[in-house]
């Protein structure tokens, strides 16, 4: 199994540290988030990996090099510009079509779930030619219980299982590379498309460990999380 990992993004809202650092290369409990995740998804059986690269790409090639110091296959597809999500998955075509199905995950995201439950959708229904990781919408704020005027308790930032988000972690087919834009967000153009033409599956996961990592305070609440958890 194959899974690309979009490591081209310039991660503005964490400079300092990306001024000279990828943000995939960030450090979160003292490990770069791009190795948490190929760590992760080596539990799974996943040992090969195209890594889509820009921003400051000579760094994650010097660090993850052929992938061998981490018992991976490492190729890189390189974007001379700025193709966004779905331009840089088009980008790597020649590469990702020769398998059935693979996994993509945006690089600045750390979790525990189990992709094979991805991978299953798409094998079990030919209808489908890509599902997204769905989890519960995480709240940013605390949330007070209330009964008439009293406080009866408070959860802190619950997760709200009413609403879904993506996750950022999806199993494809070579399908769809019909649907991808040769610049611009999946999320904008392919994802929108498929879902109008039902051909988009979502994979509900709850009660795991799932951080985007977009600010500072991510990186201090996510090394906590992570030390808790003792690893992915």
């Known amino acids: 199994m194959m899974a690309a990992i979009l490591v081209g993004g310039f991660g503005k809202r964490l400079r300092p540290y ?4 990828p943000k995939p290369l960030i450090q979160v409990a003292g490990r770069p988030i791009l190795e948490w995740q190929i760590e992760w ?8 990996f195209v890594l ?24 890189y ?3 001379d510009e700025p193709l966004g999500t779905g331009g840089a998955l088009k980008n ?17 995201i750390l979790t525990n779930l189990n992709p094979e439950k991805l991978i299953e959708t798409l ?26 005027d009293i406080v009866k308790g408070f959860r802190e930032k619950p997760r709200l299982s009413d609403y879904w988000i993506n996750a950022g972690v999806y199993a494809m087919t070579p399908d769809v590379f019909d649907y ?3 610049k611009g967000d999946i999320e904008k153009t392919a994802f929108p498309r498929m879902a109008s033409e039902e051909v988009l599956a979502a994979v509900k ?5 799932w951080r985007s990592i977009d600010t500072h305070k991510d990186l201090e609440e996510a090394a906590r999380e992570i030390t808790s958890l003792g690893g992915l």
């Not at 998804?41 to 090969?48: A, D, P, R």
């Open 92 to 108: 790597a075509e020649h590469i990702l079509s020769k398998t059935n199905i693979f996994l993509v995950l945006n690089g600045d």
């Open 41 to 48: 998804l080596k539990k799974y059986g996943i040992n090969e």
């Open 18 to 21: 990306t001024e000279e650092l």
């Open 77 to 79: 597809v390189v974007e």
């Open 205 to 209: 996961y709850i009660d795991i460990f």
């Open 123 to 148: 094998k079990s229904n030919r209808r489908f030619i890509a599902a997204i990781a769905a989890i519960p919408l995480p709240s940013p704020y605390g949330i007070l219980e209330i009964s008439g």
């Open 52 to 75: 889509l690269v820009g921003y400051r790409k000579e760094k994650i090639i010097e660090y993850i090099g052929s992938g061998s110091r981490l018992e991976v296959r490492v190729t």
């Open 180 to 182: 991808l834009p040769d």
